[in-house]
C-alpha cells in the first residue's frame, strides 16, 4: 500500500485567497510529482522535484509554486486563488536513481475556488 | 517528445465480458510501461507494469504486453466485474526524459450488471 498522503481532500476556498495542498510520502523517494487533473480526466504535470532543494516546473504553466526542505514533504501554494484555479490536484512520488519503478499517487486534493 | 495514446472512452461493457484498451506510445529510449487505474474520488493506482519488450505485466486479472515492434501495450481482461468500472490510464517512464512519467489522456470504463 501507497505511503503518500494529500490534505485536506477537499478545499473550498474564496477568490484571491492563499492556500497549501500538503503531501508527504514515508517511502523515502526522492523525486515528487504534482499533477493537476482536469474534468476530461487528464494529467497535467505542473511541478517536479528530483530531491531536497530541487524544484522543476513541468509541462503545463501553473501560478502555483512548491518547495521541497526535506525529502518527504512537498508542498504546493496558490499565493492568491482564482476561480480557474478549480481543479483536482495530485501528488506523487518514485525512486530516483537509475532504474525505473513506479509511481505512487496521494488520494488527491479537489479544490473548488468561488 | 515521448507520447501515450490510448482508446478514447468510454466504453460500456456488459459483466463478464471481454475488455481491451488500446495503448500506443512513441518513445526516444526504452521506456517501462505502465496500467493505473483510478476509481471515483480517488488517487491513480498502479495496476501492472512491464519494463522491457515481450514483458507481460498482471494483476487482477488483467493483463498487457509490452511489444516494441508494434509499440503498443494494450489492456486486457477476460471477464469484466462491474467492481472494474474506473478510469484506465497507460503511461510510460523513460530514463532519456528524466524519468518523468507520461501519462494517456484515461479511458472510462462502466460495466453494467
Known amino acids: 500500500e501507497a505511503d503518500i498522503y494529500q490534505t485536506p481532500r477537499y478545499l473550498v476556498i474564496g477568490t484571491g485567497k492563499k492556500i497549501t495542498l500538503e503531501c508527504s510520502q514515508t517511502?523515502?523517494?526522492?523525486?515528487m510529482y504534482w499533477y493537476q487533473q482536469d474534468p476530461g480526466m487528464e494529467l497535467h504535470l505542473i511541478h517536479y522535484?528530483?530531491?531536497?532543494?530541487?524544484?522543476e516546473k513541468g509541462d503545463l504553466s501553473s501560478e502555483s509554486t512548491v518547495s521541497r526542505i526535506r525529502t518527504e514533504h512537498f508542498p504546493l501554494t496558490l499565493e492568491s486563488a482564482r476561480p480557474s484555479h478549480t481543479s483536482q490536484y495530485l501528488c506523487?512520488?518514485?525512486?530516483?536513481?537509475?532504474?525505473?519503478?513506479?509511481?505512487?499517487f496521494g488520494q488527491g486534493t479537489r479544490l473548488t475556488v468561488v | 517528445g515521448n507520447s501515450v495514446t490510448q482508446m478514447e472512452g468510454p466504453v460500456t461493457l456488459s459483466e463478464e465480458a471481454f475488455l481491451t484498451i488500446n495503448c500506443t506510445y512513441t518513445?526516444?529510449?526504452?521506456?517501462?510501461l505502465f496500467w493505473y487505474v483510478q476509481y471515483p474520488g480517488e488517487g491513480l493506482q498502479l495496476l501492472l507494469k512491464?519494463?522491457?519488450?515481450?514483458d507481460k505485466g498482471s494483476n487482477k486479472g488483467f493483463e498487457a504486453t509490452y511489444r516494441k515492434e508494434t509499440t503498443s501495450f494494450h489492456l486486457e481482461k477476460g471477464s469484466v466485474q462491474v467492481s472494474d468500472s474506473a478510469v484506465y490510464f497507460c503511461?510510460?517512464?523513460?530514463?532519456?526524459?528524466?524519468?518523468?512519467?507520461?501519462f494517456g489522456p484515461g479511458t472510462r470504463l462502466s460495466v453494467l450488471p
Open positions: 503511461a510510460l517512464s523513460d530514463r532519456g526524459n528524466g524519468q518523468n512519467f507520461v
Open positions: 506523487a512520488s518514485s525512486e530516483g536513481g537509475r532504474g525505473v519503478t513506479e509511481a505512487f
Open positions: 517511502m523515502g523517494h526522492d523525486k
Open positions: 518513445a526516444t529510449g526504452y521506456p517501462s
Open positions: 512491464a519494463t522491457k519488450a515481450d
Open positions: 522535484s528530483y530531491g531536497v532543494n530541487s524544484t
